[in-house]
């Protein structure tokens, strides 16, 4: 039984266990009648805007908002400004927040214009609305950004008003099958169970599920990651498709089209055409098929026929009219300088055998928003090794109630960490209740953000498809944002090492691995306390205190519970002991060997009361650390004064020496000794030894 794991009350009705503000959706976190930041309403890219500099300016520890990037020299050795990442007609940058502890130290980054890049920090990079139409794409993103400012050093937080706090995080915290970890959602009355009506009772984005994430849990991920949250990708599509191709209620007038691409001027008259209004039938360019990993093909049926130009609706030679996921036009330069074009695509191949890989592109990464992504990940190296920092990233889409991983442009193929990705994406699907599938299995695609970040980077690279519309009825936004919030955090958790995160989870090593039990601990009379754990044999563990030790805090009656006041705990900050090697062997919980590592906790021996316990333990390879217990819970050791005979005696007699000085001394050392119970047997017995 861990610390804060109690029962719940029992209720019929929402509010027979919830505040009523969590019983209606009202978010903590802005006025009651903010109806965008109550996720009431959808934001536009302007509401989305000036919320993002509200919240760098209330939290400007954490946060930081950038628009595009300053430019420079880039990975390519190309000159580029910030006008480079301007979209093509409206003009503006992709808005982005760069999120860390200290987001005001560590390095920065001339290229990117970012401060806080701290080389032992997990990069990771959250993306939505690639594509225009795609609105819950971002708004989950700006939930992300609420609940971060909210919850960071916001400690303890109770969510729902259940008088539990982080009592049930993201996902099955627990292994055993039910996301509602704490169980209130299942204790409501049948008819309360599918608050968000999609026939799955108590399941994702029903109140009472995952409703209570530890603040703990998200102040660390801040601490030890930098978040790239780009919740906008395609400003220039977002605003088109609000403002001019679906009229409002855009779930009216588009209930199932609108605007997909950005706004690149296609013709019909060839580039440059800069007076023309937006050509619907002709212009922009699917982001989501613009990167350079196999950009192209095999799949051509998304180039249009005429190279750089889009094939006009009244050409009815073509048989196509708007192209919807044209990939952008080829490249027509020669990048290598080698007098050939195009001849060694980006496939991580050596297709001219020149030595040299990927130098010489078909075509990709040609928009401003895919030149964006590009640069900041490529210029983003804390590490300076050249290597991506981000190995870990998510882009939201919508919709279909998909968790898609790579690959995406070949079918009946799998990538080299096929079972790590499948492990991931099933934890994702989990904790959404969506399908978990390769990507190229709903359709094969190409030039897309996941194969390119996987593909020519290593990134775990996940694209949700979030809700059942592109444009979701706004009654349906906050439920649906509820629901697909977990999977940000997930991303940013695992981005210090998603293989062999996925490689333990795969084995269940982590799972079967455990810290002594309260009923387990050997207190000895006197001397330090000895925590053990059970490791698996394997486990590449590290015995680095930064990353694994246990850490105690003692908790004990305070002088004035003693002097009969109220009744207070006098409870001590939590300090941190290392583990260290020992030979011998221990039983995991599936039974299979494994070895002993100790923790020695430097408890006075004068302390009766509480030891309150938990364990980090991390990875040699420095990517993972495991909680034990799981989820920020601590175990409460009771412990009696511990003191053999002999000390207590030994006590007793200076006791006694004191005594013979300063006699009205006695009374109070004895008091702050020893409990109420102790202090009168201890008195009766003096006495009685004393015959006075
Ligand atoms: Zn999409």
């Not at 530890?214 to 599509?237: A, C, H, K």
């Not at 249009?304 to 490249?331: K, M, Q, S, W």
Request: net charge negative; with cysteine; proline share 5%.
């Amino acid at each position: 039984m861990t610390a804060n794991a109690q029962d719940e009350p029992a209720g019929v009705a929402p509010t027979d266990i919830w505040s009523e503000d969590y019983t209606n959706m009202i978010f903590p976190w802005a006025p009651a009648n903010d109806m965008d930041r109550q996720f009431k309403e959808y934001h536009s890219y302007e509401t989305m805007k000036d919320l993002m500099l509200q919240l760098e300016q209330e939290n400007p520890d954490i946060f930081e908002f950038h628009e595009g990037l300053l430019g420079g020299t880039n990975a390519r050795g190309e000159e580029v400004t910030a006008d480079t990442y301007e979209g093509w007609y409206y003009g503006y940058s992709s808005p982005w927040m760069k999120i860390t502890g200290d987001v005001g130290g560590g390095e920065y980054n001339e290229f990117v214009g970012d401060s806080g890049n701290y080389a032992d920090r997990h990069d990771v990079m959250i993306v939505g609305n690639h594509h225009a139409r795609e609105w819950m794409s971002y708004t989950v993103a700006i939930m992300q950004l609420e609940v971060i400012a909210f919850s960071y050093d916001n400690i303890g937080y109770d969510n729902d008003g259940d008088g539990l706090v982080d009592e049930d995080p993201w996902g099955d915290d627990n292994n055993d099958g039910i996301l509602d970890d704490d169980g209130d959602c299942l204790a409501l009355a049948s008819e309360f169970q599918d608050s968000n009506g999609d026939g799955n009772p108590c399941g994702p984005g029903d109140l009472g599920v995952d409703e209570d994430y530890s603040e703990q849990f998200i102040t660390d991920l801040v601490n030890t990651r930098e978040i790239y949250l780009i919740p906008m990708l395609n400003v220039d599509g977002n605003i088109y498709d609000r403002e001019v191709f679906c009229p409002a209620p855009a779930w009216e007038s588009c209930p199932s089209g609108g605007w997909r691409k950005n706004l690149r001027n296609n013709g019909p008259e060839l580039l440059p055409d800069p007076n023309e209004q937006v050509d619907e039938d002709c212009d922009g360019v699917d982001l989501n098929r613009n990167y350079q990993y196999e950009w192209g093909w095999p799949l051509g049926a998304t180039i249009p026929l005429v190279p750089g130009t889009c094939t006009p609706a009244e050409d009815e030679r073509a048989g196509i009219t708007n192209n919807d996921v044209y990939t952008g036009p080829f490249d027509t330069k020669d990048n290598d300088g080698d007098g050939r074009v195009n001849e060694d695509n980006v496939d991580g191949e050596d297709d001219d055998n020149d030595g040299q890989t990927d130098e010489d592109w078909a075509g990709g990464n040609s928009e401003p928003e895919t030149r964006f992504i590009q640069d900041l990940t490529e210029m983003n190296d804390d590490a300076g090794n050249g290597a991506s920092e981000f190995k870990s990233t998510l882009t939201h889409h919508s919709y279909s109630e998909l968790i898609l991983y790579p690959w995406g442009h070949c079918t009946g193929c799998e990538t080299s960490d096929h079972d790590q990705l499948v492990y991931h994406g099933d934890k994702m699907a989990e904790m959404t209740d969506y399908t978990n599938m390769q990507s190229s299995d709903l359709y094969p695609t190409t030039g897309d953000f996941c194969d390119w970040h996987y593909g020519v980077h290593g990134s775990y690279c996940y694209t949700s498809e979030i809700g059942t519309a592109f444009h979701q009825h706004q009654d349906d936004v906050d439920h649906i944002a509820v629901r697909n919030l977990g999977t940000g955090f997930y991303i940013a958790e695992i981005a210090d090492n998603p293989r062999e995160r996925a490689d333990l989870g795969i084995a269940n090593i982590s799972k079967n691995q455990f810290i002594q039990m309260p009923e387990m601990v050997n207190v000895p009379s006197k001397g330090f306390i000895p925590v053990d754990m059970c490791v698996a044999n394997g486990f590449s563990y590290s015995l680095d205190e930064s990353v694994s030790h246990v850490m105690y805090r003692t908790v004990k009656p305070s002088r004035a519970q003693s002097d009969y006041g109220p009744k207070e705990w006098s409870t001590t900050a939590w300090s941190m002991a290392p583990f260290e090697d020992t030979s011998s062997s221990c039983t995991l919980l599936n039974g299979e060997n494994g070895t002993v590592i100790r923790s020695n906790l430097p408890i006075p021996d004068t302390i009766s009361g509480q030891v309150h316990y938990k364990a980090m333990l991390g990875t040699l390879g420095g990517g993972d650390m495991y909680l034990y217990p799981a989820n920020g819970d601590y175990y409460v050791l009771s412990i009696d004064y511990r003191a053999d005979y002999g000390t207590f005696g030994g006590a007793l007699f200076m006791f006694l020496i004191v005594a013979g000085f300063v006699w009205g001394g006695l009374a109070i050392c004895l008091r702050m000794m020893l409990t109420d119970e102790e202090e009168k047997e201890f008195m009766d017995a003096l006495i009685e030894e004393d015959g006075s």
